[in-house]
Protein backbone atom coordinates (compact mmCIF):
# COMPACT_ATOMS: atom_id res chain seq x y z
CA UNK A 1 0.00 0.00 0.00
CA UNK A 2 1.38 3.71 -0.91
CA UNK A 3 1.04 6.18 1.60
CA UNK A 4 2.06 9.70 1.05
CA UNK A 5 4.35 11.95 3.71
CA UNK A 6 3.26 11.80 6.81
CA UNK A 7 3.06 15.48 7.05
CA UNK A 8 0.79 17.11 5.11
CA UNK A 9 2.37 20.09 2.58
CA UNK A 10 -0.50 22.78 2.90
CA UNK A 11 0.28 23.02 6.68
CA UNK A 12 -0.47 26.03 8.18
CA UNK A 13 1.07 26.11 11.35
CA UNK A 14 3.96 26.97 11.58
CA UNK A 15 6.79 24.37 13.28
CA UNK A 16 8.13 25.08 16.99
CA UNK A 17 11.28 26.43 16.46
CA UNK A 18 14.51 24.05 18.12
CA UNK A 19 15.88 25.38 21.41
CA UNK A 20 17.27 22.00 22.72
CA UNK A 21 18.96 19.17 21.74
CA UNK A 22 17.10 17.28 18.58
CA UNK A 23 16.99 14.79 21.24
CA UNK A 24 16.97 13.95 24.97
CA UNK A 25 16.94 10.59 25.10
CA UNK A 26 20.95 10.24 25.05
CA UNK A 27 24.40 12.60 25.58
CA UNK A 28 25.16 11.88 21.98
CA UNK A 29 23.25 14.74 20.46
CA UNK A 30 23.83 17.75 18.56
CA UNK A 31 22.58 21.06 18.39
CA UNK A 32 20.29 21.40 15.18
CA UNK A 33 22.62 24.06 13.58
CA UNK A 34 22.83 25.24 9.96
CA UNK A 35 25.78 22.92 9.67
CA UNK A 36 23.37 19.79 11.40
CA UNK A 37 20.47 20.97 8.70
CA UNK A 38 22.73 20.38 5.65
CA UNK A 39 24.27 17.07 7.22
CA UNK A 40 20.26 15.94 7.60
CA UNK A 41 19.33 17.10 3.70
CA UNK A 42 22.64 15.38 2.45
CA UNK A 43 21.76 12.38 3.98
CA UNK A 44 18.35 12.02 2.95
CA UNK A 45 19.22 12.73 -0.36
CA UNK A 46 22.12 9.29 -0.12
CA UNK A 47 18.83 7.48 1.36
CA UNK A 48 16.88 8.67 -1.79
CA UNK A 49 20.06 7.97 -3.70
CA UNK A 50 20.31 4.53 -2.20
CA UNK A 51 16.49 3.44 -2.22
CA UNK A 52 16.09 5.04 -5.76
CA UNK A 53 19.19 2.58 -7.08
CA UNK A 54 17.51 -0.81 -5.74
CA UNK A 55 14.04 0.15 -7.73
CA UNK A 56 13.20 -1.05 -11.12
CA UNK A 57 13.04 1.40 -13.06
CA UNK A 58 9.89 2.36 -13.70
CA UNK A 59 9.60 2.43 -9.99
CA UNK A 60 12.59 4.87 -10.20
CA UNK A 61 10.72 7.05 -12.50
CA UNK A 62 7.85 7.10 -10.21
CA UNK A 63 9.76 7.82 -6.96
CA UNK A 64 11.38 10.74 -8.78
CA UNK A 65 7.69 12.37 -9.89
CA UNK A 66 6.69 12.11 -6.72
CA UNK A 67 9.07 14.26 -5.24
CA UNK A 68 8.94 16.22 -8.14
CA UNK A 69 5.15 16.69 -7.56
CA UNK A 70 5.50 17.46 -3.71
CA UNK A 71 7.64 19.68 -4.89
CA UNK A 72 5.24 21.67 -6.98
CA UNK A 73 2.61 21.33 -3.99
CA UNK A 74 5.19 23.19 -1.85
CA UNK A 75 5.84 25.32 -4.05
CA UNK A 76 2.12 26.48 -4.30
CA UNK A 77 2.04 26.62 -0.91
CA UNK A 78 5.01 29.32 -0.01
CA UNK A 79 6.99 26.62 1.66
CA UNK A 80 10.16 27.69 -0.33
CA UNK A 81 12.42 25.66 2.28
CA UNK A 82 10.60 22.32 2.01
CA UNK A 83 10.50 23.07 -1.80
CA UNK A 84 13.88 23.40 -2.09
CA UNK A 85 14.96 20.15 0.01
CA UNK A 86 12.30 18.10 -1.74
CA UNK A 87 13.97 19.68 -5.00
CA UNK A 88 17.44 18.64 -4.17
CA UNK A 89 15.95 14.92 -3.08
CA UNK A 90 14.27 14.74 -6.94
CA UNK A 91 17.76 15.19 -8.27
CA UNK A 92 19.57 12.94 -6.24
CA UNK A 93 16.33 9.95 -7.40
CA UNK A 94 17.37 11.58 -11.07
CA UNK A 95 20.95 11.09 -10.28
CA UNK A 96 20.59 7.53 -9.10
CA UNK A 97 19.77 4.87 -11.61
Known amino acids: MTQ ?12 KELKEHMSASNDNTQSLTAETANAIVSALGALVFATVRRLPPQEQQAFAKD ?8 EKSG ?12 KAAVKAP
Do not use: Y
Not at 67 to 74: G, P, T
Not at 79 to 90: G, K, P, S, V, Y
Open 79 to 90: ETALETILIDLH
Open 67 to 74: LAAMAKAA
Open 4 to 15: GPLTPLNRKEPL
